[in-house]
């Protein structure tokens, strides 16, 4: 979220060195999350990719109410704590794909992926802006609240996963219906 630092100095009056001190703080925890607790759910503890998405979508939820919502500095600084497992749904998610298709379809699935990774980001730019501009005054931590219904939406999705037991099966497995 590129909003961070204008919210803040909305909300807190941070400037740029209080904002650079929670930024110290948080991107290290988010890197934590995916290079050392999701190979250690995925590898150790054989959590399967559904759920690791899951749980990375429950982080995002709570992480955008959080700060959305973060009446003093020291919530903004434990929504990040929050985020530990918010980067595991894109990597869950490309798990999960190339569990499911056809080995010779991988390339162009991974590329789609790559391709709807660049644009998503440019298009919810405009999208983020706008909201932001136009809830500055009344609430600024719409933004969030924005982002948070969108963790809904993948926490659905991956429950669907979850529950129809698509992602149990690799695509050569899956049973004709």
């Known amino acids: 979220m590129n909003y961070d630092f204008l919210y803040t100095r909305k909300k807190f009056s941070w400037d740029y060195n209080s904002f650079t001190l929670w930024s110290i703080v948080s991107t290290p925890l988010s890197s934590v999350g995916t290079i050392v607790v999701m190979p250690l759910l995925s590898y150790y503890f054989r959590v399967e990719d559904s ?18 919502t973060a009446p003093a500095p020291w919530v903004f600084y434990l929504s990040s704590v929050v985020s530990l497992l918010s980067s595991t749904v894109l990597v869950a998610s490309r798990a999960a794909v190339s569990k499911l298709a ?73 049973p004709p219906s």
Do not use: D
């Not at 759920?51 to 959305?68: E, N, Q, W």
């Not at 659905?156 to 979850?162: G, V």
């Open 102 to 174: 056809e080995t010779t379809e991988l390339g162009a699935v991974f590329a789609v992926l790559a391709a709807s990774e660049a644009v998503i980001p440019v298009l919810s730019s405009f999208v983020y802006t706008y909201i932001y501009n136009a809830t500055l005054e009344t609430f600024p931590g719409t933004i969030y609240v924005t982002a948070a219904v969108g963790s809904v939406v993948v926490c659905c999705s991956y429950t669907w996963l979850l529950t129809h037991g698509v992602s149990k099966f690799p695509y050569s497995q899956i």
């Open 51 to 68: 759920m690791l998405g899951f749980a990375g979508g429950v982080s995002s939820l709570f992480t955008y109410v959080l700060r959305a």
